[in-house]
């Protein structure tokens, strides 16, 4: 079995509560057959934002919440608290970033998911 990386760009409303649901799968090197990954069995998962893969800052660290272990489903929700300090307000900082997602399986590591990360700038603010 093999778990293949995917890519997909995450895109973040500046003042919204943005949330992904996804489910992962391994996939099976000689059929091609796929079958959700089992995370009940001391998986972790860990997931940055940084400006740059060489960026040393942590922009944001993506919150991740196993839903479902059996069937490998995990969903992301960035709370508006979060997505509204990610750019603040009149900044001149870039509104683009890079992230990746790590499943950390005992003393192994496998990059699963890769993308760009954007923060469109919001113009109604409470």
């Given amino acids: ?3 293949k990386r995917g890519k997909y760009d995450l895109q973040v409303y500046r003042g ?3 949330t992904w ?3 992962l799968f391994q996939v099976d090197d000689k059929t091609g057959d796929k ?4 995370l009940s ?7 940055q934002v940084r400006y740059n893969s060489e960026a040393n800052d942590i922009l944001y660290t993506l919150p ?18 979060a997505s509204e300090t990610l ?6 900082l870039a509104d683009t970033a890079v992230y990746d ?11 699963i998911l890769t993308g760009g990360f954007s923060i469109v700038r919001d113009v109604t603010r409470l």
């Avoid at 069995?41 to 997931?47: D, L, M, R, S």
């Avoid at 919440?65 to 059996?70: E, F, M, P, S």
């Fill in 1 to 3: 079995m093999a778990i």
């Fill in 16 to 18: 919204d509560t943005p």
């Fill in 21 to 23: 649901k996804m489910q």
């Fill in 35 to 38: 079958s959700p990954i089992d």
């Fill in 41 to 47: 069995n001391g998986f972790t998962i860990n997931a």
């Fill in 64 to 81: 991740i919440q196993i839903v479902d272990a059996k069937n490998g489903v995990i969903k992301i929700t960035v709370p508006k608290s």
């Fill in 87 to 92: 750019l603040p307000a009149g900044s001149s």
């Fill in 101 to 111: 997602m790590q499943l950390n399986i005992r003393d192994s590591v496998f990059t």
